[in-house]
């Protein structure tokens, strides 16, 4: 098991595994406004916080909210990996960027179809291991275009 933990640019300024002060206790983050992605504040092995929202293990994010990622919902599996219909939830809330955390150690794949249907979408895409995916997608949550993403936090 891996124990990374990643301190997604914490807004509160603290230190990584300093105590929040009050209202920035996880799952007590402000929501994200009307319309903005959500932002990750903290990723480790198998627990992700993200404001606005509960913890939990992996998420779907989206211009104005998310929610816990359902694998068995599309059938997903570490491979073929990600599966459209995971997909079509971000580009029907209006994603024109998405990004995918492929796990802590990138052993989620990308089915073949749903780089297909991305690439019609004429979206941006960007997959990479979910601590560099946290990254690309929180300086995303800051720019003027819509984005969503797909997080998985453990292997």
Known sequence: MDDRTTDAADPTGHEPGAVPGPGHEPGHEPGPGPGRSPRILHLEWGRTEVEGMPPGKDFVLHPG??????WGLHGTRHVPGIRPGDVRELLARGAEVVVLGLGMQSRLQVAPETVELLREAGV????????????????????????????????
């Open 124 to 155: 941006e895409v960007h997959a990479a291991a979910t601590p560099e995916a946290v990254g690309i997608y929180n300086a995303l949550t800051a720019g003027p275009r819509p984005v969503g993403g797909l997080f998985h936090s453990t292997c």
């Open 65 to 70: 909210g998310g929610h816990p990622w359902d």
